[in-house]
Every structure is written in structure tokens, then in C-alpha cells.
């Protein structure tokens, strides 16, 4: 397959390209600078601005999906970055064709607040310009007619791939307990596995490295 890939140079974004390339699949990196990843077999880059519909249409010819672990770092004013980069991630998908969008969240984000439990209701209190820009971009996405995925990770690390993702529908969780975590390269696998297979089509997942539905025990 050939994606698009939005975040090419973040943490995660970068664990993907890797993952994905190594499982010989084909990679666009769309990046605000071309020389900003280093060249390797299956990866070719495009250089444009995430707000560009125009320009992201023209990046989506001929690509099977998009996959996109955009953030804004540690900026505290998210500046609308994800509202508008997806309204124009929704306008170029169905201008190119490309139908399928697998996109990297965060738990916190919209309804999955009120699932959160008082301790990462705290950890997340300085996020809510951050949160409410995601949320506000999810709305754009939820609304379209395309077949996208929504991908909730809890608590990220740094820690190797474990091969243990749970994924569960945010539907099927009242209160997240505890504090779980799941490292960067298994939420990578889990966005590249959806990709390919179609999976959780149109629904979000929140990724754990253990059970979280309602009545599972606390990991």
C-alpha cells in the first residue's frame, strides 16, 4: 500500500515510517520541509502546509490512505492547527479519492473527557486549548462521509513495541481506570494494522496496553 503520512517528524510519526516501510509498503511524507527526513527506500516527501487543501489533494493521488499523527508539540496555543488541517485533510481526501483516514488523538479529547478518571482529569487540565482544537477537528471528521478511524492512546511512553495493544470502542468504556500507558511504537503498529486491514472503520479506539472495557480489572 501507499499512504500519506501527516507528522512524518514527530515521535510517533517517525515509528510509523519506520514500521511501515519495513513491512514494504510505500510512504509520502507531507512536511513543511522537504530535507527534514533523511532519504531511505520507500519513502518519497512532499513539502506543503497541513491548512493547504490544494496542495494536500495533489499529495493524495495514487495513496490508499492517510494516515496522520499531527500535534503541536509543547505549544501551548494550538493556533487551530488540527480544526483546520483537518477541514482541509476532509476537502482533499474528497477531491483525490482517497478515502480512507486513520487519524492519532488523544484520550481527553471531546467525550472521552468524561470518561477520564479525577487524576487524569487533573494531568490534562493544562491541555484544554490543545483538546478542544482536537475536538473541534474530529467534528469536521465524524461529519464527512469518509471511512476514517479514530485512534485514542492513553498515557504515551517511549518504551519498545510490546505486541500487546488493546484496542477498545470509546462506547464500551464508563471511567478509564487507573493510569494505564501504551508506548508510541504500539500505538504506530495499531494505526499502520487499521490502515491496511480497514479495520474499526468509522469508530474510535482507545489503545492500552490492557483491557479497559467496563468491569475489566484495573491494570
Do not use: C
Not at 43 to 56: F, K, P, Y
Not at 61 to 82: C, E, M, R, Y
Not at 157 to 181: H, M, Q, Y
Amino acid at each position: 500500500m501507499k499512504f500519506l503520512l501527516l507528522g512524518a517528524t514527530g515521535a510517533t510519526g517517525r515509528l510509523f515510517l519506520e514500521q511501515a516501510t519495513a513491512a514494504g509498503h510505500d510512504v509520502a511524507a507531507y512536511v513543511r520541509d522537504a530535507g527534514s527526513l533523511a532519504s531511505q527506500p520507500r519513502l518519497t516527501t512532499a513539502a506543503g502546509d497541513v491548512r493547504d487543501a490544494d496542495a494536500l489533494a495533489a499529495a493524495m493521488q495514487d495513496t490508499d490512505a492517510l494516515v496522520s499523527t499531527l500535534g503541536i508539540g509543547k505549544a501551548k496555543d494550538p493556533g487551530n492547527l488540527i480544526t483546520d488541517s483537518t477541514r482541509a485533510i476532509v476537502r482533499a481526501a474528497e477531491r483525490s479519492g482517497t478515502k480512507r483516514l486513520v487519524i492519532m488523538s488523544a484520550f481527553g479529547v471531546g467525550e472521552s473527557l468524561g470518561k477520564a478518571n479525577a487524576l487524569m482529569r487533573f494531568l490534562y487540565a493544562g491541555g484544554k486549548a490543545t483538546f478542544a482544537d482536537k475536538a473541534a477537528g474530529e467534528r469536521i471528521l465524524t461529519g464527512s462521509g469518509l471511512d476514517w478511524t479514530l485512534a485514542y492512546p492513553v498515557l504515551l511512553t517511549n518504551k519498545p513495541a510490546s505486541g500487546r495493544v488493546r484496542a477498545t470502542d470509546l462506547a464500551e468504556i464508563d471511567r478509564l481506570p487507573g493510569l494505564p500507558r501504551i508506548s508510541r511504537a504500539d500505538v504506530a503498529g495499531f494505526l499502520l494494522t487499521t490502515a491496511v486491514d480497514g479495520t474499526w472503520s468509522r469508530r474510535t479506539a482507545v489503545l492500552a496496553r490492557h483491557p479497559l472495557r467496563n468491569g475489566d480489572p484495573t491494570p
